[in-house]
Nanobody, 119 residues
Framework: QVQLVASGGGLVQPGGSLRLSCAAS????????MGWYRQAPGMERELVAT??????NYADSVKGRFTISRDRAKNTLYLQMNSLKPEDTAVYYC??????????????WGQGTQVTVSS
């Protein structure tokens, strides 16, 4: 069993900042990859940013504004979001590809945290 708990969402004005966190816990042997995705109303879930072996990848729409990072010791993923725009409004989900202590590979999702950018 692997659990991901996301937090840090909220209401912010355009141009503002938020920092999302995602804590992983459970039967974790190793986390191979982590990422943030988002889903706006009526839209499909889309990739925001990923981090794999220290290498980061961003959607074009967030490059230069968002920064993904990871604290391996705490099994925690972060997303620093600056210069937020109304189009960033969505439910943000964290994802982790986890090798469990039982030797199985799991693709785990957090519960989502709402980010609303509005004046």
């Amino acid at each position: 069993q692997v659990q991901l708990v996301a937090s840090g969402g909220g209401l912010v004005q355009p141009g503002g900042s938020l920092r999302l966190s995602c804590a992983a816990s459970g039967s974790i042997f190793r986390i191979d990859a982590m990422g943030w995705y988002r889903q706006a109303p009526g839209m499909e879930r889309e990739l925001v940013a990923t981090i794999v072996s220290g290498r980061t990848n961003y959607a074009d729409s967030v490059k230069g504004r968002f920064t993904i990072s990871r604290d391996r010791a705490k099994n925690t993923l972060y997303l620093q979001m600056n210069s937020l725009k109304p189009e960033d409004t969505a439910v943000y989900y964290c994802n982790a590809r986890v090798l469990t202590t039982a030797g199985t590979l799991h693709d785990s999702w957090g519960q989502g945290t709402q980010v609303t950018v509005s004046s």
